[in-house]
Nanobody
Framework: QVRLVESGGRLVQAGDSLRLSCVASGRISFFRTYTVGWFRQAPRKEERDVVA????????NYTDSVKGRFTISRNNARNTVYLQMNSLKPEDTAVYHCAASGIRAAMFPSQYEVWGKGTQVTVSS
């Protein structure tokens, strides 16, 4: 089984940058073949929305609201997926979760099998 742990979230001001990390442990051989996604759950919202995904081959996809500001990357040697977030806005405030899916380029939370507990990002105006 794969386990995921996120880190890097904190309180920042609008315009600042943050880098989130998602470290995998357990069955790493599987993790390296998975698509990994970053999702976020905004305050008072029940659902988690996709932010960015990266396939095992490095193909990426982003939700429109973060294109040009966020970059997802992965380092399989370190079993880590990153989310570089620049030009942060108050509306980016959320709990950010990483997740892994055996479905290539999966974009929906229901397609993801393994989830981390999340890291809080708060952007003040």
């Amino acid at each position: 089984q794969v386990r995921l742990v996120e880190s890097g979230g904190r309180l920042v001001q609008a315009g600042d940058s943050l880098r989130l990390s998602c470290v995998a442990s357990g069955r790493i051989s599987f993790f390296r073949t998975y698509t990994v996604g970053w999702f976020r759950q905004a305050p008072r919202k029940e659902e988690r929305d996709v932010v960015a995904i990266i396939t095992d081959s490095g193909s990426t996809n982003y939700t429109d609201s973060v294109k040009g500001r966020f970059t997802i990357s992965r380092n399989n040697a370190r079993n880590t997926v990153y989310l570089q977030m620049n030009s942060l806005k108050p509306e980016d405030t959320a709990v950010y979760h990483c997740a892994a899916s055996g479905i290539r380029a999966a974009m929906f939370p229901s397609q993801y099998e393994v989830w981390g507990k999340g890291t809080q990002v708060t952007v003040s105006s």
